[in-house]
């Protein structure tokens, strides 16, 4: 029997998602705000956590009704069949979130589906579950909106961009799942040259030799629905082999990274190695705005730093100039993308974007800036109004 999930992503990103879970067997997709809604056998559950690498969460829907007060909360929450699904061994976490609802403390509310859940086991088994907000090996997630809730338990566990295996951070990263966004939108596609000359973490070069080489992001780590009673251990256990059986054999790609701090390019090579493409991906040492790039064309796809900090937004200011200097000079022929949440970045870089896309990393928007670099159009060309990519007025 069908059943229905919800599984969120990074805002932006909603329509790619429905076309990627429909590969992986779901139906009725409906996009909504931050995520996609659907319906699906439970392989295609295991197959969107294992394989999906634009998703955040899959989240399995056990409850929905209308609410005037905490209490009609409560009583939904308790007349679930939480002991069918878990046991009172795991630890639970709940968590709430809402829009539009009159209720004024959603603390009050998580508490409240909290007791409804340990209520509904010492009724049914005589001892409650214990709470862990750290660690918890089964989450309840609730929704509200103006009189209606919804609860669902999480069989993701972990946030699906973690995918398992990265050691080496940076101070701010970029979440995997928009990274491998960012690439399904330039148009890159395996065999074509691939270009991030400010590597940091290298999550873009992990997503794109992943992708190149069809290995599942989830391959590496666990998931929550592993801890469920009702777990089909059979077609899970089909559908790991079918994708380990998919994946490519380990060889040199057309991906390359690079940095100037050498710093990010070791952590870089860390993480790859922790993936186990370290082989795979070409890293060097390098000044963007000296590099001379691999190929003839291809795609050049980066997070560049954006100032956050006294003083690095005028040092930014001086090298975006000189970073549309460096594209026109060397990068002719290919297609360059930045993903920036600083909106001077299209103002000062000197060439105007083919396309500005908006696209959340967190709560934080952003833009990924497309520039199609053609030898010679751009380098004498006058400015406009819309030199910005914005639409000229």
């Not at 829009?99 to 959603?106: A, E, F, N, T, Y």
């Amino acid at each position: 029997m069908a059943e229905t999930f919800f599984s969120p992503c990074p805002r932006g990103l909603e329509a790619l998602l429905a076309d990627e879970l429909r590969g992986f067997g779901a139906a009725d997709t409906e996009i909504l705000h931050g995520g996609v809604m659907w319906s699906g056998e439970w392989t295609a559950c295991y197959r969107a956590n294992l394989e999906s690498r634009l998703a955040t969460r899959v989240l399995w829907r056990v409850g929905r009704g209308r609410y005037q007060g905490e209490i009609d909360i409560y009583k939904l929450a308790y007349s679930l069949t939480w002991a069918k699904w878990f046991t009172p061994d795991d630890s639970i976490r709940v968590a709430v979130t809402a829009q539009q609802s009159p209720l004024k403390s959603l603390e009050f509310i998580t508490l409240r589906i909290k007791d409804a859940v340990c209520d509904h086991f010492r009724t049914v088994v005589g001892r409650r579950p214990d709470v862990d907000t750290a660690n918890p090996a089964v989450r309840i997630h609730a929704f509200l909106t103006r009189d209606m809730v919804t609860l669902y338990l999480d069989t993701s566990g972990e946030p699906l961009y973690k995918r398992g295996f990265k050691t080496a951070a940076v101070e701010a990263p970029l979440k995997e799942n928009i990274a491998a966004g960012i690439l399904r939108l330039s148009g890159w596609q395996p065999g074509e040259t691939l270009v991030d000359p400010m590597c940091g973490s290298g999550t873009f070069l992990i997503e794109a030799a992943q992708m190149a080489l069809d290995i599942a992001p989830g391959l590496g780590r666990k998931f929550g629905f592993e801890r469920f009673r009702h777990l089909d251990e059979t077609a899970w256990s089909a559908v790991r082999q079918a994708a380990k059986g998919r994946c490519k054999a380990l060889v040199p790609l057309s991906i390359f990274g690079s940095d100037i701090v050498g710093d990010q390019v070791r952590r870089s090579r860390e993480n790859l190695a922790a993936a186990g493409l370290d082989k795979c991906v070409t890293l060097d040492r390098a000044d963007i705005l000296e590099r001379q790039p691999p190929s003839a064309s291809g795609v050049l796809v980066t997070n560049p730093p954006y100032g956050v900090r006294i003083g690095e937004a005028e040092e930014l200011a001086a090298f975006y100039p000189l970073l549309g200097n460096a594209l026109k000079k060397h990068w002719a022929g290919w297609r360059c993308y930045f993903f920036s949440g600083d909106m001077a970045l299209a103002k000062l870089i000197g060439l105007k974007a083919s396309k500005r896309t908006p696209l959340f990393n967190g709560a934080l928007e952003c833009r990924l800036f497309e520039y199609k670099v053609i030898a010679g159009s751009m380098r004498d060309k006058p400015r406009t109004a819309s030199d910005d990519g914005t639409a000229p007025s």
